[in-house]
């Protein structure tokens, strides 16, 4: 087997290590429920509020903020039915053309499947990816319910200005839910400062294990609950507690909370040289997104005439793991809704390539990869019908 | 990540024929950029034989391996004949292709279509018709035609196989609308031949001798079982059962279940799956 280059982090990431060896106890010995009376239960309880506590640092947030969930999906829906819940009579809700579909579908389902009881206002974006303020203060309307718009978009890294959009909604009373699936663990989130009223976390985007979220839910904000069981979460969420996955995810926002600053300087500095020698070194290749309001791992590039999934199987052959915006990778016909949405024109958008680096990556490996992408690229140019009568 | 068989993937990292003949005979040139995929067929003709085949395609892998496998196919063979290739053709060369990815082989066999008209200097059919999905350009002429050919039934398939009602979704409705016309005529016309598909009895053999090696076998090894193709009378298919699989109490559950729905699903909806003891 070839060694794998994994530079697919905004998928997912690699479990940390560290996260693993916290885990492995409540897979075997520390079996007890959460819930129980016997101290066996309770010690395993305390386990769960100091994972608790743990995420509630890394996000400047209190403990009882905190309600866990079993992905990103289900607190982004948990956060947008429950403000709907308790604003019946307001019926609009404004969020962005470059959602993540957990946001975007629910949003356009609600409005086709309720028979357009529901108005929803997709703001645009420019075509570095950026919203824009003046559009979004004139969407806003007494009849908002919420305003859901993501941290930073999983496509191209670009960062939304949150604080600000944050504080134009609450000016207005209007209930505030951010996408921070992107966000978090890769730049700094401190919601004391920060009105936010939902705030959706997932934990495989952040090296700990697929299957756990988080929903922060502001103290004061209203709250009806999606999964309506037990009393677990303070009645926020039924059913018994994800033990493992919690105590790793706690981990693991510990870890991103004590490194966030040198691992960002790091990963910034390979996704840096990568992009610049790919950038350089094939022509026709073009960044999509904003180059500075950026996350710093991630980095979205266009080779013009080719395919995307063409690209991604000839580096999957050299074992080279990342993504693509192209038609045919998605099972869909069309391109990215995001590269779409930023008016990528078809000869750019069908031939995207992101790659999402972590802080498992290595300089050999970015050099690796700055080696092997031209000849890719060329080869399939060669073959590309239009690649030759591009100048006509 | 798409199943690709290992004639796909060994199409598309070393494909066959790229390029372009200078002063074809015959170019057929069909996609385009918006659509996500393109193909430019070139043949050398001489006395009606096709000698050479180029391509040169802009798509994914099964756009690429399906081009690659076109030129192959029709290199040396009389125009007529290679005229007669369908998209299920190319598709079956390739040990199949998932079905999302179907239209990759629909764009060889319009592309030789097109190559083929060019040569003999007439209009081409499928150009006719009235564009039924503006998403991607597709014509009531084609939809009708990949409904006949390929047997669809849901408007999925038709997506799948012509990539009409793909985008959007506004054409749904007339492709449902086509798929009933087509389907409706077709059935009074198909009953007496028995089964939707035309199919000599080596074809059939060959197809199922395919998906037994392919995906059926593959399966029962891993419980140390076998299977042996007997015989195959019309729709009657007469299996062996080896190994593991000979002694088994739930071979017939095995049969039924598994075998007969593989191959119904893959080659003729109408097989049945008998063991010969």
Redesign the interface.
């Known amino acids: 087997m070839t060694n794998i280059i994994y530079m697919d982090n905004n998928a997912t990431t690699r479990v940390a290590p560290e996260v693993v060896d916290v885990m492995m106890p409540y897979f075997s010995e520390q079996y007890g429920n959460p819930s129980s009376m016997h101290n066996f239960g309770g010690k395993v309880m305390s386990a769960v509020s100091e994972a608790r506590d743990k995420i509630a640092a890394l996000l400047g947030a209190d403990a009882d903020e905190i309600v866990f969930t079993s992905c990103g999906t289900e607190s982004d829906s948990t956060a947008l039915l429950s403000a709907l819940k308790s604003n019946p009579d307001k019926r609009h809700i404004v969020t962005t053309r470059v959602e993540h579909p957990a946001i975007k579908n629910l949003a356009e389902n609600l409005r086709s499947l309720t028979g357009h009881k529901y108005r929803v206002t997709q703001l645009s974006v420019a075509s570095d990816g950026t919203l824009d303020l003046d559009e979004y203060e004139k969407a806003l309307d007494d009849e908002t319910a919420i305003v859901s718009i993501m941290w930073a978009n999983n496509e191209t890294g670009v960062i939304f200005p949150i604080e600000k959009m944050c504080k134009m909604a609450k000016d207005r009373d209007i209930l505030f839910h951010t996408d921070a699936v992107q966000a978090v663990g890769k730049i700094p989130i401190n919601l004391k400062e920060i009105p936010i009223d939902f705030l959706s976390l997932s934990g495989h985007k952040l090296h700990a294990p697929k299957g756990i979220g988080v929903l922060y839910v502001r103290r004061g904000t209203p709250f009806a609950p999606f999964m309506i069981g037990g009393h677990q979460e303070h009645g926020r969420r039924g059913g018994t507690e994800n033990v493992a996955s919690i105590v790793g995810l706690g981990k693991a926002c510990e870890l991103a909370a004590a490194h966030m600053a040198e691992e960002n300087d790091q990963v910034r500095k390979l996704r840096d040289k990568l992009e610049k020698n790919l950038l350089e070194s094939v022509p026709n290749a073009i960044l999509n997104g904003h180059k500075n309001d950026r996350l710093p791992n991630t980095s979205n590039i266009s080779f013009e ?6 690209i991604l ?2 580096m999957d ?1 050299f074992g080279i793991c990342a993504s693509s915006g ?4 998605s ?5 990215s809704h995001v590269l779409r949405a930023m008016g990528v024109p ?2 750019a958008a ?1 031939g995207s390539i992101r790659f999402s680096l972590s802080i498992y990556n290595t300089e050999e490996e970015v050099d690796f990869v700055i080696e092997k992408i031209p000849a890719i690229i060329e080869n399939l140019r ?5 690649w030759q009568d591009r100048e006509k | 990540m798409w199943e690709y068989t290992d004639k796909v993937k060994e199409h ?2 070393n ?1 066959l024929n ?1 390029g372009e003949i200078e002063n074809a005979e015959g170019t057929g ?1 069909v996609g385009s ?8 067929l070139t043949l050398k003709i001489v006395d009606d034989i096709i000698v050479d085949a180029q391509f ?6 099964s ?2 391996a399906s081009s690659s496998a076109l030129t192959e196919m029709v290199k040396g063979l009389p125009v007529d004949e290679a005229a007669k290739i369908t998209n299920e053709d190319i598709a079956q060369f390739l040990g199949g292709l998932p079905k ?2 179907m239209h990759c082989s629909v764009m060889g066999r319009e592309a030789l279509e097109a190559a083929i008209a060019n040569y003999k200097g007439v209009p081409l059919r499928v150009a006719e018709g009235d564009v039924v999905c503006e ?2 350009g597709v014509t009531d002429l084609e939809v009708k035609r990949a409904i006949q050919e390929s047997n669809l039934h849901t408007v999925e398939e038709v ?1 799948n196989f012509t ?1 009409a009602g ?2 959007c979704g506004k054409c749904h409705d007339r492709l449902q609308e086509l798929i009933d016309e087509v389907q409706k005529d077709s059935t009074a016309k198909i009953i007496p031949m028995k089964g939707p598909k035309r199919m000599t009895t080596l074809q059939k053999i060959k197809m199922i001798e395919e998906v037994l090696e392919r995906e059926i076998r593959p399966v029962l090894k891993k419980d140390g079982g076998d299977i042996e193709l007997v015989d195959v009378d019309g729709d009657y298919v007469l299996v062996s059962l080896r190994g593991a699989c000979g002694s088994c109490a739930k071979s017939q559950t095995t049969l039924k279940e598994y075998v007969e729905k593989k191959l119904r699903e893959q080659v003729i909806d109408t097989l049945i799956v008998e063991e010969d003891k």
């Open positions: 005439y080719v395919e995307g999934e063409s199987l000839h052959a192209s038609a045919c990778t099972g869909s016909l069309e391109p078809f000869t069908h060669a073959m590309s019908p239009f | 598309f990292m494909p790229v040139d950029l918006a659509c996500g995929d393109a193909l430019k040169k395609t802009f798509g994914c892998a756009a690429i999302e990815k998403c991607f997506t990539k793909g985008g």
